[in-house]
């Protein structure tokens, strides 16, 4: 187990952004006391995170007279706690980006290939280019959230609702019909389900890594039908997976079962809403995760730099912010040798 002493915790803009997002909306309903317009002032002025989020947010809300009223509540008993640290951090940051903004700048949706659309019977492809995410609904009252260069197929009939997803990562939340079970084809395995949240990855080693948050999946193995190998049918059950479980599955057994939390969940599923969160992971497995949506090549150079832990959160695609960040805050050495090619090495 990592020593959470030892992570490197980088700077963490989600808790700011979520703040800003709710003082915004508070504002914009026109219902605060003064007492509260204080507590917001006193908020604002805890850090220059807190104060350049809501900018952003207020940002959005452009021609609102409550807004622009907002600088008649600068002046409070409270003055403003200076942090050399935020204060740098948020110019070195920039790219770092509000969760609620994000969503609205997700890559552009790749209108779906629809090949029929006759009830009960549908059927489509979508697809995400590198750093995209597209949120589908099925004709079902299923939605799936495809995430960075990834690919699905989908087919639905009278007796099965089937997903394949042919390349990268997808989060199904899935409609409770029992005449009709819901599977997710990829790679040689299934995972099926009737009314349940899950997501399913396809790496690089063709193996699937399953993550369950509701509900309850059943893992299977897959075989293609003779003469037409596009299409496979589940063989095996291997086993089940509950909420709160996930697990890597290869072929015909589970290589690893693990229990996680509902802050887990949340967390590696950050990628829904654009961001990425750390919490311990390795720099190498980070550097990979950050790579899935970039076309940046990142380079880590020595054994221990590759085993460094590291903790914070990140935009999705934003590869300055994030080596800017890991400079300021570990002394790692960030160096372009080739356009779009960086490398990271330890400081002399």
């Not at 706690?81 to 890559?107: D, E, K, S, T």
């Not at 090949?115 to 589908?136: C, D, M, W």
């Amino acid at each position: 187990m990592t020593d959470a002493g030892n992570i490197y915790l980088l700077p963490d803009p989600k808790k700011s952004e979520a703040e800003a997002a709710e003082w915004a909306a508070r504002l914009e309903g026109g219902e605060m006391t003064p007492a509260d317009h204080a507590a917001f002032a006193r908020w604002r002025g805890e850090s220059e995170q807190n104060h350049d989020a809501f900018e952003r947010f207020a940002g959005l809300w452009d021609g609102l007279d409550r807004l622009e009223d907002l600088n008649a509540y600068d002046a409070v008993d409270n003055a403003p706690v200076q942090r050399p640290f935020l204060r740098r951090a948020a110019v070195a940051l920039p790219a770092l980006a509000a969760v609620l903004l994000a969503v609205l700048a997700i890559g552009a949706l790749i209108k779906p290939d629809v090949l029929e659309t006759r009830s009960p019977h549908f059927a489509a492809n979508y697809q995400t280019k590198v750093g995209g995410q597209e949120i589908v609904s099925l004709p079902d009252g299923s939605k799936l959230t495809l995430n960075t260069n990834s690919r699905i197929a989908t087919e639905f009939t009278k007796t099965e609702r089937r997903v394949r997803l042919l390349r990268g990562e997808a989060f199904f939340e899935v409609a409770h019909d029992t005449s009709r079970p819901f599977s997710v084809y990829a790679g040689s395995g299934v995972v099926r389900a009737v009314g349940t949240a899950f997501s399913v990855r396809l790496n690089k080693a063709n193996k699937l890594d399953v993550m369950v948050s509701e509900g309850r999946v059943a893992l299977a193995t897959a075989k293609p039908l003779a003469g037409t190998p596009s299409v496979s049918r589940p063989t095996r059950t291997v086993m089940e997976l509950t909420a709160g479980q996930s697990a890597v599955f290869s072929a015909e057994h589970v290589e690893i079962l693990e229990h996680v939390t509902p802050t887990e969940i949340d967390r590696k599923l950050s990628w829904r809403v654009g961001m990425l969160a750390f919490a311990g992971e390795p720099l190498s497995d980070v550097v990979d995760e950050v790579g899935r949506y970039s076309d940046v090549d990142i380079e880590v150079r020595g054994d221990e730099l590759r085993a460094m832990p590291i903790a914070g959160y990140f935009k999705a695609g934003e590869v300055e912010g994030f080596v800017e960040a890991l400079h300021i805050m570990t002394g790692v050495e960030v160096t372009e040798v080739a356009p779009g090619h960086l490398v990271l090495s330890a400081s002399k």
